[in-house]
């Protein structure tokens, strides 16, 4: 062997001899939730993780694909469960189950946004979702006086019981930095403020907004655009697939976007989404839309 060729391993080992040490400190400085404090900084802010004990103040998730799947009528017979468990992060909303409906919507969620009004209809089944989901992401939102942390906020109360209950489960609130961003997007967007016009945000807002942060890509099951229902040939589904005597879903949007106090404003958030996906990588499936 030649002195050039036993110098050169001479370096290679001397690099492998430091590299190991390297790596081996890496792999112990993980934390529970799989990410290095070296990678903290690419955590997304405005979201503040619940546990008894800590508050971490970044939701470390990103993806390169999701898919958004709505609460909506229009999941009943569209038979993309299996496409939809094949996209890397699953983002569903609310308590929309899957038991039973899987070949419609799919059986694995990555990450459930949950109202503040929807929490006692999680809690009432709370082995489903915090037991048999333990590998679930929970993002909760609410106003304020819900989800303070000095013991008035009711809903943070229940939130922090079930982080004890269920330690493995990691649950999320959305800050009220957060919310009050927002509420300036939406004012951005529409020109309107939504307080002084009597609307709240939906929890659809928040999981796209949630998603265009997360996720490269995003594929939208089951949402309808802002036009939709003003179409003569409109399909009249439930406002939810899982509620099927409910009032349908055009129904619930008309009454929501006319209501002087405390309505949704689902049909401007649909246009509003509408703008976003010529800027983002979004795509709507069944119905898709016309962009």
Known sequence: MGLDMKYQMFLWLCLLSLSLPLLFWFGHVITRDGVSPALQSNGLRGYMRITPGRMDQFLYMHCSQCALVSSSGQMLGAGVGEEIDNVRCVIRMNNAPTQGYEKDVGNRTSVRVVSHTSVPLLVKNERYYFQRSADTTYVFWGP??????DGK????????????????????????EKILYCDGVFQNETGKN???????????????????????????????????????NHSVVPYHYYERNRIDECRMYRFHEHTQRGGHRFITEKAIYAKWATRHNVEFKHPSWSL
């Open 144 to 149: 304020e006086r819900n989800m303070r942390q």
């Open 153 to 176: 906020g009711h809903i943070f109360n229940t939130l922090l019981k079930i982080a004890g209950k269920y330690p493995k489960v990691r649950i999320y609130a959305v800050t009220t």
């Open 194 to 232: 939504r307080i002084k016009t009597g609307a709240f945000l939906s929890t659809g807002f928040f999981t796209m907004i949630l998603a265009i942060d997360m996720c490269d890509s995003i594929r939208v099951y089951g949402m309808i655009d802002d036009n939709y229902c003003s179409r003569a």
